[in-house]
């Protein structure tokens, strides 16, 4: 059960990060690469498009303060949507857009 409990504390931090504001689309690195990105397949609710865009600004962030990047449970939390009938998409379109973004730093 410890892994259900490290996915809601990082379904708790995503969320209160949100709400605190600290995710700001308006960022020019992220929107410079949105523009220009293929992936236009995230567009399909603002919800998703808020969780994948925090999970890349994470990234962005991490990479900015010097800081390694996060290993989150990609395969974990898929299995999770698996057998709840993706109540966990908040948590994969975040790690989506973690993993983006640290492409996206790795290739700058």
């Known amino acids: ?32 690469w949105a523009d220009s990105s293929t992936h ?7 919800a998703t498009q808020s969780d994948y865009q925090m999970g890349f600004e994470q990234a962005v962030r991490d990479h900015e303060q010097n800081r390694g990047f ?8 898929e299995l999770g949507n698996t057998v709840t009938d993706n109540q966990m998409t908040e948590l994969s379109e975040f790690i989506k857009g973690y993993h983006e973004g640290k492409k996206h730093v790795q290739e700058s």
């Open 1 to 32: 059960m410890d892994a259900l409990k490290k996915l809601s504390e990082l379904h708790d931090y995503v969320k209160k990060n949100y709400e605190q504001g600290n995710y700001d689309s308006a960022k020019a690195d992220y929107q410079q």
């Open 40 to 46: 236009r397949d995230h567009s399909s609710a603002t």
């Open 70 to 77: 996060r290993h989150y449970p990609e395969s974990l939390v």
